[in-house]
């Protein structure tokens, strides 16, 4: 089933990549249910679509925000929305203090990726006036709950297991299936994860490398972001 | 700072002006203070300012580039978040390259410049 019903001219590739995060968002995950993922990515929708609150507010502080027996713990629900309206402001200390709620450090790590990707897919629909993409059923069966790979807190505030590559792609690799997800997305939204610095020049699509990086960098730069 | 990278394996002449903001012109990038104004209404979320600028990009480059640009803009808000949720440190040996190029693209009064640095 197609993502996007618009008479756009859409890449097959990139409605095909929206579509698999989609289920993927659905599939049970190492840490999190697919009913608790799937409620990360509506969680991820409240966030921006309601009022926006001041980076130190949290929304389980608010009354009438957060519904009494929400799927996710309210720390959870408290750094979903930080991350997706705030991302510029957070530290290591606020780190420490959702982990300090009692989340696990690699459901953290987990939790992220999966409102990062929604934050993308979703922004991508809005831009376009598309309605956003349709959530499935989520797989029944229980997560794991246990490491897949070995793991240690050396230069970033999460475990990262030793992988080769740039430190923003070391940052998921506590969570292999997530780094799936970003290398399907980056592929089709950005550059094969790959060629980031293997190829400079190549055209992405209809964009230029020059391009595709200047819009790189000056989202970076509206987002706050350093890195 | 892949911006200058591809710059240089292509020898164009690539100014940072369009990253900066969007009124100091294209910084040698086809389109570029285009595409940085449509990058600032995706943000905004300003759904007037959007639309005239969809249909900037459409006459100026085509409906392909404008998805595409769209596309590429909403990685970011993908990364951007892993990066800062994550405390993703510089790359060893981005630090001293690219110090000139974070001034004068003005991002070293952010808060996650310092946690990037950590």
Request: hydrophobic content about 45%; some cysteine.
């Amino acid at each position: 089933m197609a993502a996007y019903s618009t008479e756009l001219p859409i890449r097959v590739d990139l409605d095909e990549a929206h579509t698999e995060i989609a289920a993927r968002w659905a599939a049970t995950g190492s840490w999190w249910s697919g009913l608790e993922r799937l409620a990360i990515v509506e969680e991820v929708r409240r966030a921006r679509d309601s009022a926006e609150i001041a980076p130190w507010e949290s929304p389980s502080e608010i009354a009438g925000l957060v519904s009494d027996g929400h799927v996710l713990p309210e720390a959870a629900i408290d750094a979903i929305w930080r991350v997706t309206n705030h991302p510029g402001t957070l530290t290591a200390e606020w780190h420490a203090s959702i982990l300090g709620r009692g989340v696990h450090a690699e459901a953290y790590v987990e939790l992220v990726a999966v409102v990062a990707q929604a934050n993308a897919v979703d922004r991508f629909a809005d831009a376009l006036n598309l309605d956003r993409v349709e959530l499935p059923e989520p797989s029944v069966s229980e997560p794991a709950k246990t490491s897949g790979v070995s793991l240690q807190v050396t230069s970033h505030w999460v475990p990262t297991a030793k992988i080769k590559g740039p430190n923003v792609l070391k940052a998921l690799s506590a969570v292999p299936f997530e780094n799936e997800s970003l290398s399907l997305l980056s592929s089709v939204q950005y550059v094969r994860l790959g060629d980031l610095l293997s190829d400079l020049v190549s055209n992405q699509n209809s964009l230029s490398r020059l391009q595709v990086e200047l819009i790189a960098a000056r989202t970076s730069k509206l987002n706050e972001c350093f890195y | 700072m892949l911006l200058s990278l591809s710059g240089t394996n292509q020898d164009a002449q690539v100014s940072f002006e369009a990253v900066g903001d969007s009124e100091s012109g294209d910084g040698g990038v086809e389109h570029g203070a285009l595409l940085s104004r449509l990058c600032e209404a995706i943000f905004e979320e300003d759904g007037k300012q959007l639309a005239s600028l969809k249909d900037d990009v459409i006459e100026a480059a085509g409906a392909d580039v404008l998805i595409d640009a769209v596309a590429v803009s909403a990685n970011f808000y993908m990364m951007t978040r892993i990066a800062d949720s994550t405390g993703t440190p510089l790359d060893a040996g981005t630090v001293e390259p690219s110090a000139e190029i974070r001034e004068l693209v003005g991002v070293n009064t952010f808060t996650s410049r310092r946690e990037a640095q950590a």
